[in-house]
């Protein structure tokens, strides 16, 4: 589904799936493991920092957070229960269209991209 994501958007370089704690789920083939690492990571702390917002703010959700670059844009939308979905594209008019398809492919896959919480083992403590 990811791979799909970057072929059909000619603008989609790169695509992660996360959990909000940082751990890769899946990425698409563009991605070696160490960037997937760190844009799990990366990705993580940015949507952390959009609900500290949104909490200071009072709204009910975070939609998207969006980091402009030179000439790309990097995206990370929650995408499930305990996951995030974040992407790296190239800047231009056809963000729109990026948002889009991500909004679609989270929309058709949303059961398959919820993380359950972590729990802790008995010996744990």
């Known amino acids: 589904?990811?791979?799909?994501?970057?072929?059909?958007?000619?603008?989609?370089?790169?695509?992660?799936?996360?959990?909000?704690?940082?751990?890769?789920?899946?990425?698409?083939r563009t991605v070696s493991q160490a960037d997937a690492e760190?844009?799990?990571?990366?990705?993580?702390?940015?949507?952390?920092?959009?609900?500290?917002a949104r909490e200071h703010f009072g709204a009910r959700q975070v939609r998207q957070a969006v980091i402009e670059l030179d000439d790309k844009l990097f995206f990370v939308v929650p995408a499930g229960s305990g996951s995030c979905l974040a992407v790296l594209s190239t800047a231009g008019p056809k963000a729109g269209l990026v948002a889009y398809e991500m909004a679609l492919l989270i929309k058709r896959v949303r059961q398959h991209m919820a993380a359950a919480p972590r729990r802790q083992s008995a010996g744990a403590g």
């Open 1 to 28: 589904m990811l791979d799909d994501l970057v072929q059909r958007v000619e603008q989609v370089h790169q695509a992660v799936l996360l959990s909000r704690d940082g751990l890769v789920m899946g990425a698409s």
């Open 38 to 52: 760190f844009l799990a990571a990366l990705s993580s702390g940015f949507h952390s920092l959009s609900n500290g």
